[in-house]
């Protein structure tokens, strides 16, 4: 379970990054070593709001407002799961 009163926030060598072009693409940028990570919509919307200024709460929340006709457990199961994966790859971090 995550800890609710965290605030994280994307590494500063990454940057998100969305074409406008048909359906939209969506990636993410390491600056530094040129590593590219391609993302569907609902991984770019979370990222997203990893802004160093909201907490997993509020993220939580913001994820449950705009997915209102989805699965709260389900939601809640695909954010948790990608917050362990950004951090394991060393691409999000705690804010200080």
Do not use: P
Not at 31 to 40: A, E, H
Request: glycine content about 6%; overall charge neutral; hydrophobic content about 40%.
């Amino acid at each position: 379970m995550l800890d609710v009163e965290k605030v994280l926030q994307i590494k500063k060598e990454y940057i998100l990054h969305k074409l406008d072009v048909g359906v939209g693409m969506f990636w993410l940028f390491n600056i530094q070593n040129g590593d590219s990570f391609k993302l569907n919509r609902t991984s770019y919307t979370i990222l997203s709001l990893i802004d160093g200024g909201k907490s997993i709460g509020e993220i939580s929340r913001c994820l449950f407002d705009k997915y209102t006709n989805k699965n709260a457990d389900l939601i809640l199961k695909d954010f948790e799961e990608l917050i362990e994966k950004m951090r394991k790859e060393n691409i999000i971090e705690e804010r200080r």
